[in-house]
Structure formats: structure tokens, C-alpha cells
């Protein structure tokens, strides 16, 4: 297949595009490949491209010039009745809504971005597993938007509000009138109070918008932050904390020569969306090549990738080198593994979490980079003196129950598919060939356990995340992907794969790898009502991969 983004993003001759024969999925699974298209394009042949405007070479700032901010901690307000129990209170916060701008680099201009509290990433709301919080959203953003809306696309035409929002939690196990569901927008000058009672394991959750339609230019802009809900059984071990545990939120931009943000379009009129968004610019807690000042001593890094379609894949260098196992890692999406998996190289995908614990104590006095593939992202200076300190890395963490398979009551086969035109280019992505507006075709009963077998004949992985539940990964499996398309059936070519060490957790979203069958099994637990799922690479998800699902009553 071609490189039908690149020509989504330079507005390649087609006849150029056609040579250069290499797929998407090479793109989404090397970062610097998407780097070099994104230089290639600084030289395209740009036409009329509106929007767009020529990108700034990120490589050329001066690296590590900018302490790592970390996000403030959100109060709250006040204590209100808690709205699934009239006898307790409950924290109150109110977060708003607004535009504000903030320089990302010391050499750069502000940035003008959307941000929770008037920043990105929003302040950290840092809770208990069991301790519910009430939330009032405020829309103060303008009335007009400033990335390159497509009204083409379902759910975002000419007659609805440019700035609309809506806040999803991602990870939390919350009543689905709190879920943030996408068609449960807002405009500026109103808000929506979401009650989120915390009723699960510790785990650092995410919040971020989920408009329909216009999600990826709204986390583009900024709207997204982290939340950590804490207990009782991670804290008796013992892990680095307080100035030693820290969040690493990390997604890429394009930028423009005048530092502002610049998100590509197709150069197609009237119809901008692009099918993935890749930035030279990566970010890390709101700011380009930042450093760290950390003593010789354990850290626990609480890492999510918030990029819209990037996949990264984290190593640490020291004076050039790769260091070996560089990362211990302790928990995925949904909270703490069974046991610490040893990694040198740390893979994210869209919206996974990975909960790391870093030992810089044979480092003191020396500097470490974290790298993305092959560019240098970040760096740690390790002071050659630290304070005494008692953290551990326990050998065993949080027991983690297999699903018994034969739990399950129900397996559904569901093919993540993919629409192109003539020339290859996907113009819209469906889950189980079903688009958004058609009937709910996934209804679980309540505290019932079903297997979800994700058919993935296209090109690309896709992060697939459903919202209440977490989940464990059965396996994946390769499959004949032209007999799939041929006739619809599923014929294996490979034995079944287990997931990987950092993996087999508590997951909420789970890489379903190109020419793979990947299964989950779920238990529907919680609530009951309209929930969604969907691809986790945003201009996917704006673009139709996504679907409701209603968790029902028990008959
Ligand atoms: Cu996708």
C-alpha cells in the first residue's frame, strides 16, 4: 500500500506517492521514519494548503534546556453529598475549561493551546481507591476553534457548534451518565458535573476530551491530564513516592515557524482530515527536551502516552549506550503487575500507561537520555549525592487472577476494518462494519465475563479501548488476512501468543496488531447503561472507529 499519509500530509503528487511503496505500518511503527516524512514534507509541493502552515524543524532547538514541569495537584472547592449516598460528602472540584498560552521550549514563542485549568497537562487529581469525587467541567473556551475542523466527518457538520466539549476518564470504572459520552457535548458558557466513585484497584487513569467528531483536535490542542487513584495494598509496598514518583506524559505536536500549534490537513477541500498525525515535537509534561535532576536512587515514573497516533518505544542511554534492562516495569493501564518485568525497551501505544521504576543509583554524577527510537527526548541528571532513602522494588507485587475462559458466556468476532478510494487512501475506519449512528450491536449483561476476538485485517495496530470495564489479554494470533476479506472467515496461520510480560495485567486498552486476531476477555462489572469502544489513534476514532455498547440488566 502507499503512503497514502505522507500524501495526506505534503500533498505529494500521486504519481510520486505510488513510487515510494511503503505502508502505514511501517510509519506507525518507527517513529523516525515518521520524523523523516515530516521532513521530506518541509520540501513537498506544497499547494493551497489551508491551515497548514510550514513546519518548524523540532531537531534544531537546543536539547535540555527546560526543567520537567510537573502538573499541579487539583483541590477541590468544596464537600458536597455524595450522589450514591445522601449520608457521606464527597470532594468538589470545579476545573475550567480555557484557551492560554505557555511557551513548550525556552527558544520558542508561547504556544497557544486548550488546557484543563489553564494548563496542559491539566493539574493531577490524586485520589483513593473507594473515595468518590464529584466534577464540574466548565467550558470557558472561545466560541471559535483554531485547528482545522472537518465537516465531512459524522458528528462534526456545518450546523453543530465549532467548541463543543466533553471529559472522559479514562480507566474509570463511573456511572455512564459520568462517562463522557460523546455525543454529550457542551458548549462555551456551560459545564457537566461527572460523579466518579473510584470503585477499583490503584492505577493512574487519564482524563481527556471526547467530542464527537472533533476529539483529535481537541487533545491536540491540550485537553488532557492524568489521576491517580491510590490504596491501601500499593502503599505497604513500599514504592518510590512523593518527590520520587513522577508523571511522564508524553505526545507529540507539529509546530509552525511562529511556535504555535499546526495540525496537518489533507490539502483535499472541504475535506481536511488526515488518517494519522505524527509531530516531530515530542512533549513531555508540556515541555520539548526536557531534563530531570534526579538523585542515585530508585524513581517510580507514572508514563502515558497521550499522542494522538503515536506509538513510542522508550530506551535509556547513558554516554550513547543503550543501558540493558533499563526499566522495571510494575503496572499497565489498570494497576500493578504480579511481578516487576526487566525491559530495555518500553512500548506505548495511544493511551497506554506503564508505571516504571528506574534505579539511578550506579548512575551518580553521570547523565542518562531517554530516547524515542532513535531521537533523544529527555534527560536525567543524576546528582553524585543523594539523601538516604528506604524504597523498595518488591519480587512480587499485586496477584493478578487469570479469567478462567470458561467463565465467559459469550465470544464476539469483531473486525476492525478499513474504507479506502481509488488511489488507497482510507477515507473512514469501522469496527465490525458498523458505523456510529447504527443500532447498538454489543450489549454484555452486568457482572457477566465475555471473550472479544479483534479481527485485524488492515495495516495498521490499533489500540482498541473500552470504556468502563479493564480487561485481561488472552493471546494473539496471526490469521489469512485475504481469505478474512474474500469471505469473512477467520483462518489461522500462526500458534496463539500470549501477551507480553508488561501486558499481563489489568488492561483498558490493548494493541490489536496488524494480520492479527488479538482476544480479550472482559467482565462487565459496575454499571449498567451506553458506554463506547473504540480505536485509540484519534483521527481513527473521529473517523467513525468507534461504537456504543450497552452494558444491560441481568433478565
Ligand atoms: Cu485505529
Redesign the pocket.
Known amino acids: 500500500m502507499p503512503v497514502d499519509f505522507v500524501l495526506a500530509f505534503f500533498d505529494y503528487p500521486s504519481q510520486e506517492i505510488l513510487t515510494l511503496q511503503v505502508t502505514r505500518r511501517v510509519f506507525l511503527q518507527n517513529g523516525s521514519m515518521a520524523a523523516m516524512a515530516m521532513t521530506m514534507g518541509t520540501g513537498g509541493s506544497h499547494r493551497t494548503i489551508p491551515h497548514y502552515r510550514t513546519q518548524l524543524n523540532a531537531s534544531s532547538l537546543a536539547k535540555f534546556v527546560d526543567p520537567l514541569p510537573i502538573p499541579e495537584i487539583a483541590k477541590p472547592v468544596e464537600y458536597r453529598v455524595s450522589p450514591d449516598n445522601p449520608t457521606l460528602k464527597i470532594p468538589y472540584y470545579r476545573i475550567p475549561v480555557r484557551q492560554f498560552e505557555s511557551k513548550l521550549h525556552r527558544d520558542l514563542k508561547p504556544t497557544r493551546q486548550w488546557g484543563y485549568g489553564g494548563i496542559s497537562p491539566g493539574p493531577t487529581f490524586e485520589t483513593r481507591s473507594g473515595q468518590g469525587l464529584l466534577v464540574e467541567w466548565a467550558n470557558e473556551l472561545p466560541t471559535l476553534h483554531f485547528l482545522p475542523i472537518d465537516h465531512s466527518i459524522h458528528g462534526a457538520e456545518a450546523d453543530k457548534p465549532e467548541v463543543r466539549t466533553v471529559v472522559h476518564l479514562h480507566g474509570a470504572r463511573a456511572p455512564a451518565e459520568s462517562d463522557g459520552y460523546p455525543e454529550n457535548w457542551f458548549v462555551p458558557g456551560k459545564s457537566a458535573l461527572c460523579h466518579y466513585p473510584n470503585r477499583q484497584d490503584a492505577a493512574m487513569l487519564w482524563y481527556h476530551d471526547h467530542t464527537l467528531g472533533i476529539n483529535r483536535l481537541n487533545v491536540f490542542a491540550g485537553l488532557l491530564g492524568t489521576f491517580i487513584v491510590r490504596d491501601e495494598f500499593e502503599e505497604a509496598l513500599n514504592l518510590p513516592r512523593d518527590a520520587y514518583e513522577i508523571p511522564l506524559v508524553i505526545y507529540d505536536r507539529v509546530l509552525d515557524l511562529d511556535s504555535q500549534l499546526n495540525y496537518p490537513v489533507s490539502g483535499e477541500a472541504g475535506k481536511p482530515w488526515v488518517p494519522e498525525v505524527f509531530g516531530d515535537a515530542t512533549v513531555i509534561n508540556g515541555k520539548l527536551f526536557p531534563y530531570l535532576e534526579v538523585e542515585p536512587r530508585k524513581y517510580r515514573f507514572r508514563a502515558l502516552n497521550s499522542a494522538n497516533g503515536r506509538f513510542f518505544h522508550l530506551t535509556m542511554a547513558a554516554s550513547g549506550a543503550r543501558t540493558s534492562e533499563s526499566f522495571a516495569q510494575i503496572g499497565c493501564d489498570q494497576g500493578l503487575l504480579a511481578a516487576p518485568v526487566r525491559l530495555s525497551i518500553l512500548t506505548l501505544a495511544p493511551a497506554e500507561r506503564a508505571d516504571v521504576v528506574v534505579d539511578f543509583s550506579a548512575h551518580a554524577g553521570s547523565n542518562l537520555i531517554l530516547k524515542n527510537d532513535t531521537l533523544d527526548i529527555m534527560q536525567f541528571r543524576v546528582a553524585a549525592n543523594g539523601t538516604p532513602h528506604k524504597s523498595s522494588l518488591p519480587q512480587s507485587l499485586r496477584p493478578v487472577e487469570k479469567i478462567p475462559e470458561a467463565s465467559a458466556v459469550k465470544t464476539r468476532t469483531l473486525a476492525?476494518t478499513e474504507i479506502d478510494d481509488k488511489i488507497q487512501r482510507p477515507v473512514t475506519?469501522l469496527l465490525n462494519n458498523t458505523h456510529w449512528n447504527m443500532a447498538v450491536t454489543e450489549s454484555p449483561v452486568l457482572d457477566s465475563t465475555e471473550i472479544w476476538e479483534l479481527v485485524n485485517p488492515t495495516d495498521?495496530s490499533?489500540?482498541i479501548h473500552l470504556h468502563l470495564v479493564r480487561f485481561q489479554i488472552l493471546d494473539r494470533r496471526n490469521f489469512n488476512v485475504n481469505v478474512h476479506l474474500m469471505s469473512g472467515d477467520v483462518k489461522y496461520t500462526g500458534t496463539a501468543v500470549p501477551p507480553e510480560p508488561g501486558e499481563a495485567g489489568w488492561k483498558d486498552t490493548v494493541r490489536a496488531d496488524p494480520g492479527m486476531v488479538t482476544r480479550i476477555i472482559v467482565k462487565f462489572e459496575g454499571y449498567t447503561g451506553r458506554y463506547v469502544w473504540h480505536?485509540h489513534?484519534l483521527e481513527?476514532?473521529d473517523n467513525e472507529?468507534m461504537r456504543p455498547f450497552d452494558v444491560v440488566a441481568p433478565k
Open positions: 476492525l475506519m495498521d490499533h489500540p480505536c489513534i481513527h476514532e472507529m
